[in-house]
C-alpha cells in the first residue's frame, strides 16, 4: 500500500521515534531481575506488548478507557501473565524504588531525522501522538527532532490516551483533517495499532522487535523507519 496522497502522518514518541538508553522496557526487566525475577530482556518485552493488547481487549468490553484506567489496569494485566511472589504490590514497590536508580539517557531512534526530513520536504504534516506524562514536546526538544511537528498530542495534557480512538480524532481535528487523510505510525500493537484502525486512521506497525501479530489484522508492518521512504515513493 502507498501513502503518497495523505495529508498528515502521526508518530508515536516513545521506541517509534525515541528511546532511552537502556530502553524503558527493558529498564523494568533489569530491575526485576535485581528484585529476584528472573526474566529476559527478550521475553519481558513480549509479555509487555501482549499485556499491551490486552489492555485493548479490556478497554473495548469495558467500552473506554481514560488515562487513569490505563494506569490501573496495564500493570495488573502484565503481572496476571507472570509467576510473582505472593506480595505483589510490595513487588511493584521494589520494581519502582530500584528503577529510580537506574541512570538512562534519551536519544533519537536511528534514521528518524532522515525519514521526518524525508516526510517534512514533501509537505506532509507531522504530528505525535503519545502515551506520556505531560512533557512529550520537551521531550522531542531533548532529542533534537521539535521543528519538524506542527502538532504534538499527549495523553497527560488533553486527557485522553491510546488504544481510545479520541486521541486520534482529537489530533484529526486539530488539523482539520478526516482519518482518510492522516497514516499513524507505532510501535505498540494495542495501543498504535488498534487503536489508529478504531479511528478509522490507516497504520503501519513499527515492528522493530519482530514479534507476531496479536490477532489476524491485515497490517503493514515495518521493521525499520527507513522503509518507510518506499511506502511513499
Known amino acids: 500500500m502507498k501513502y503518497r496522497s495523505k495529508k498528515a502522518v502521526f508518530f508515536d514518541f516513545g521506541d517509534t521515534l525515541a528511546s532511552t538508553d537502556p530502553p524503558y ?20 518485552e513480549y509479555e509487555y506488548c501482549e499485556a499491551d493488547y490486552k489492555l485493548y481487549l479490556k478497554h473495548k468490553s469495558e467500552g473506554g478507557i481514560s488515562p487513569d484506567n490505563h494506569r490501573d489496569w496495564f500493570f495488573p494485566i502484565l503481572y496476571d501473565s507472570l509467576t510473582l511472589p505472593d506480595s505483589i504490590d510490595n513487588f511493584r514497590r521494589e520494581i519502582r524504588d530500584i528503577m529510580r536508580g537506574i541512570e538512562f539517557n534519551r536519544v533519537a531512534l536511528p534514521g528518524v531525522v532522515e525519514i521526518l526530513d524525508y516526510l517534512k520536504s514533501g509537505g506532509y504534516v507531522l504530528g505525535v501522538i503519545s502515551n ?43 488539523l482539520g483533517i478526516s482519518p482518510s487523510e492522516a497514516l499513524h505510525i507505532g510501535d505498540l500493537y494495542g495501543a498504535d495499532v488498534m487503536g489508529a484502525t478504531d479511528a478509522g486512521v490507516d497504520v503501519v506497525w513499527l515492528n522493530s522487535r519482530k514479534f507476531d501479530k496479536f490477532d489476524d489484522s491485515a497490517v503493514n508492518e515495518i521493521s525499520d523507519l527507513s522503509e518507510l521512504k518506499k511506502l511513499f515513493s
Request: hydrophobic share 40%.
Open 25 to 44: 522496557m527493558v529498564r523494568i526487566a533489569m530491575a526485576m531481575r535485581k528484585a529476584g525475577y528472573q526474566i529476559s530482556d527478550r521475553d519481558f
Open 132 to 174: 506520556n506524562d505531560g512533557s512529550t514536546g520537551d521531550k522531542c526538544t531533548e532529542v533534537g527532532i521539535r521543528e519538524y511537528f506542527e502538532l504534538i498530542i499527549d495523553s497527560t495534557n488533553v486527557g485522553l490516551i491510546k488504544p481510545d480512538s479520541r486521541i486520534f480524532a482529537h489530533a484529526l481535528e486539530n
